[in-house]
């Protein structure tokens, strides 16, 4: 039995409904019978999901999609159904607003009420809310600004700003995008800051047992504000720094203007591709290449002398207008998902769009193969189906054959970041992919599995509630 419908006046713009808050903490079941199709015995992970649980309080909208305060979602797949829990990460932008019930910190889209000297000299609030990893032990909420937040991973209660035992300096920002070697099970972070040799990028190495145990930095030669993501091959960190640049340091500074104001695209001041040696975060080389704005990589690898680095492409800034208006804009239709092959010996560059494809975001890949050759990306998409305001759709991108498969997910029904889950049973890249499905029909979310090569419906278990239009997703194999 699905779970019912529930009455709801769909908005015009069908998608913003999933950007409306969600202020209760669930912690619920959904049994088996439930579910439409069935949810394969070899699944019995624990799929992740991440976003601002809200995007206002008191009436007050934030500045800008970033500012929301981040919210988990957990939904674990048991023999007795699917485990579906959410709770916001207890940040102290999050307690003090909502003691107030209006907006008190500065943000990366707004500054704090009461003009700059309730500004002047202040960093955005850490919101926890754009992407997790779960690694060494430790279940963490990510902002790219700040120290990730760990949450306790049976009951998705705030523990506190994780330091790594002290090696994680308060002024340290640690991305949203760690990843994973598959091959040492070593995790590998970073964070735009101060070095030095002045603003650079700084390395974090977590090993398997959840240690800090390897730093290191690299100087930017552009004060670059948004690298969000990197590539991870078998022996390199790549990171492609985009001239986003803050063209107003000074009314930043002193408090006059937020952060997101005083970012701009300055592609006169060109683009690096910086390329670290993962065994001492040592630089090896940099490549100087046409400006873009690099947001998220697919898997990457390297080939003789070659990196391959697979990235999504926009082609300026234009898209933050969307990220600023989410209750009144229709989103971007997305990136060009981008083949780079940077050759360490000679220094060439080529590139080129992957063929076929249509414009997405969110890349993922057979994380099992992270940094070797892999041949299927899939990504969220906008397909015209009536209610194309967000992604309504998912592909896989076959990249030897061009073969692309969309699936179109129905009228009013939006997702985002689909993750690959892995069939232990079969080869490479088959398996499943797992999503949350926002439908504008009846305001409430599936979770979805998905056939990862055909993209047809495994099994739809049906929430209770809906889960806000989030950022990143993870899928682990152990049951949280
Ligand atoms: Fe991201």
């Given at each position: 039995m699905n779970a019912p419908a529930r009455t709801w006046p769909r908005p015009k713009l069908a998608h913003v409904g999933g950007f409306e808050a969600l202020e209760t903490e669930y912690n619920y079941v959904v049994p088996h019978e439930q579910v439409t199709g069935a949810i394969p015995e070899a699944v019995r992970g624990t799929f992740l999901r991440i976003g601002p649980g809200r995007n206002r309080i008191g009436g007050q909208k934030f500045g800008h999609w970033f500012d929301g305060d981040g919210m988990l979602h957990a939904a674990t797949f048991r023999d007795d159904g699917v485990h579906y829990r959410n709770r916001y990460v207890r940040t102290p932008k999050y307690v003090k607003e909502t003691a107030a019930q209006k907006i008190v910190f500065r943000s990366f889209g707004h500054n704090a009420p009461g003009g700059p000297l309730k500004n002047i000299g202040k960093l955005p609030a850490n919101c926890a809310n754009t992407s997790m990893a779960w690694h060494g032990g430790r279940l963490l909420c990510l902002w790219e600004g700040g120290r990730p937040w760990q949450l306790d991973p049976a009951t998705l209660n705030t523990?506190?700003?994780?330091?790594?035992?002290?090696?994680?300096?308060?002024?340290?920002?640690?991305?949203?995008?760690?990843?994973?070697?598959?091959?040492?099970?070593?995790?590998?972070?970073?964070?735009?800051?101060?070095?030095?040799?002045?603003?650079?990028?700084?390395?974090?190495?977590?090993?398997?047992?959840?240690?800090?145990?390897?730093?290191?930095?690299?100087?930017?030669?552009?004060?670059?504000?948004?690298?969000?993501?990197?590539?991870?091959?078998?022996?390199?960190?790549?990171?492609?720094?985009?001239?986003?640049?803050?063209?107003?340091?000074?009314?930043?500074?002193?408090?006059?203007?937020?952060?997101?104001?005083?970012?701009?695209?300055?592609?006169?001041?060109?683009?690096?591709?910086?390329?670290?040696?993962?065994?001492?975060?040592?630089?090896?080389?940099?490549?100087?290449?046409?400006?873009?704005?690099?947001?998220?990589?697919?898997?990457?690898?390297?080939?003789?002398?070659?990196?391959?680095?697979?990235?999504?492409?926009?082609?300026?800034?234009?898209?933050?207008?969307?990220?600023?208006?989410?209750?009144?804009?229709?989103?971007?239709?997305?990136?060009?998902?981008?083949?780079?092959?940077?050759?360490?010996?000679?220094?060439?560059?080529?590139?080129?769009?992957?063929?076929?494809?249509?414009?997405?975001?969110?890349?993922?890949?057979?994380?099992?193969?992270?940094?070797?050759?892999?041949?299927?990306?899939?990504?969220?998409?906008?397909?015209?189906?009536?209610?194309?305001?967000?992604?309504?759709?998912?592909?896989?991108?076959?990249?030897?054959?061009?073969?692309?498969k969309i699936r179109d997910l129905g009228d009013g029904r939006f997702t985002s970041e689909a993750m690959f889950v892995p069939d232990p049973a079969r080869a490479r890249e088959q398996g499943w992919l797992a999503c949350a499905v926002y439908d504008a029909n009846t305001n409430r979310s599936d979770i979805m599995l998905l056939d990862a090569r055909t993209l047809e419906d495994v099994a739809v278990v049906p929430l209770q509630n809906h889960i806000p239009f989030g950022f990143h997703c993870g899928y682990t194999t152990d049951a949280l």
């Open positions: 523990v506190g700003e994780c330091d790594f035992d002290g090696k994680l300096k308060k002024f340290n920002a640690y991305s949203a995008h760690g990843k994973i070697d598959p091959r040492t099970g070593c995790y590998y972070n970073f964070g735009a800051g101060i070095g030095p040799k002045g603003p650079g990028i700084n390395l974090y190495r977590i090993n398997p047992r959840g240690e800090l145990d390897m730093k290191g930095y690299f100087p930017m030669n552009i004060v670059g504000v948004f690298c969000h993501d990197f590539a991870l091959t078998e022996h390199y960190a790549v990171f492609m720094i985009s001239p986003i640049v803050l063209k107003h340091p000074v009314q930043f500074a002193l408090g006059v203007k937020a952060f997101d104001e005083c970012m701009d695209y300055d592609p006169r001041k060109g683009m690096r591709v910086h390329v670290v040696s993962l065994a001492d975060f040592k630089e090896v080389k940099t490549f100087d290449i046409d400006p873009f704005v690099a947001i998220h990589y697919s898997n990457c690898w390297e080939e003789n002398n070659e990196l391959v680095i697979n990235v999504t492409r926009f082609d300026d800034w234009g898209v933050n207008e969307a990220l600023r208006n989410v209750f009144t804009h229709e989103n971007d239709d997305g990136a060009r998902l981008w083949r780079f092959r940077l050759n360490l010996a000679n220094g060439r560059v080529q590139s080129e769009a992957l063929p076929g494809h249509m414009k997405m975001e969110f890349p993922q890949w057979d994380t099992r193969l992270s940094g070797a050759k892999t041949d299927v990306t899939w990504s969220p998409v906008i397909v015209d189906n009536g209610t194309p305001g967000f992604f309504n759709g998912l592909q896989r991108v076959q990249e030897s054959t061009g073969d692309v």
